[in-house]
Structure formats: C-alpha cells, structure tokens
C-alpha cells in the first residue's frame, strides 16, 4: 500500500535527479570538445608532469545502421522496399504508463528527505549535507526555466 513517505521519496529523488542529469549532460557533451582542443597527433604522444595523453586510432567493425539497410534494400529490390518502406511509415501506438506527482499546495519537503535519497545513493551524511543546498538551488533555477508544477515518470 503506498504511503506518503514513498511519494515524498519519490518527489525528493526527482528534484535531485534535475540538477544531475543537467550537469552529466554537459561534462558528456564537453569531453569531446576538450579532447580535441588538445591538438595531439597519432604517434606523438604528451607527458606532462601530472598527466599523459596520447592518440590512437584502430579500425573497429560496426554494424550498418538500419536505415542504410533499409535503402540499399529498396535500391536491390524496388518493389518489396516499397511494401517495406509503407510498413517502416506506418504509425504505432503502444500505452503508456506514467505516475504523476507533486507536493500539495504550501508544501515542501524537507533537508531529511533529501539527505535520506542521497545517503540511499551512496553519499555519507557528510558529504550529503554538503552538496544539499547546491543541488537544491540548481534543482530550483532549472524549475524555474522550465515551469513545471506536476511531474511523472514513465514506468511501463
């Protein structure tokens, strides 16, 4: 039977999830970026006094992607791509299950329900009162952009 202590668990781990994904997004997108703003070439590797970094490059067999497929089929057989391509356009409609959740009017969650997903995740309490407020006020601005009231989550 559900209780409020789940749901709060469940709104706390949302809001806390907001401002990590936001940050995983962008130190994944700033990787590349970085790694190749270092200027290094193949054979001539760096070594620095508290970091290395080389480049190597190797040949990697990969999988044709499908819509490659897809097109040189239709280009070898004209008439089944066709019949594949109309059954590829054809929409489908699956169910969707979500849970929605929010906090009542005038209330909020308190520092014990967020401390208590992030030492569920791992963090010491130490550690998790640290990062609290700045997770939180990330949490609050992105919110804010977004203009959310009522979440959900997708769960079959």
């Given amino acids: 039977m559900?209780?409020?202590?789940q749901v709060?668990?469940?709104?706390?781990?949302d809001r806390l999830h907001i401002p990590v994904s936001s940050m995983s997004g962008k130190l994944k997108r700033r990787q590349p970026k970085l790694a190749q703003e270092l200027g290094?070439?193949?054979g001539r590797p760096f070594f620095g006094d508290r970091a290395y970094a080389r480049v190597e490059s190797e040949d990697v067999s990969k999988a044709r992607?499908?819509?490659?497929?897809?097109e040189t089929y239709c280009a070898d057989r004209p008439r089944e791509g066709a019949v594949l391509k109309g059954y590829i356009a054809e929409t489908r409609i699956e169910a969707e299950t979500h849970v929605y959740f929010g906090m009542n009017e005038g209330?909020?969650?308190t520092?014990?329900?967020y401390l208590g997903v992030m030492t569920d995740l791992g963090f010491s309490e130490a550690v998790a009162r640290n990062l609290y407020q700045p997770l939180l006020d990330v949490s609050r601005k992105i919110s804010k952009k977004r203009d959310e009231g009522e979440r959900?989550?997708?769960i079959g």
């Fill in 2 to 5: 559900t209780n409020e202590r």
């Fill in 8 to 13: 709060l668990e469940l709104i706390a781990t």
């Fill in 40 to 42: 290094l070439v193949e």
């Fill in 65 to 70: 992607r499908l819509s490659d497929a897809v």
């Fill in 107 to 109: 209330c909020r969650l």
């Fill in 111 to 113: 520092e014990a329900d």
């Fill in 152 to 154: 959900s989550v997708l």
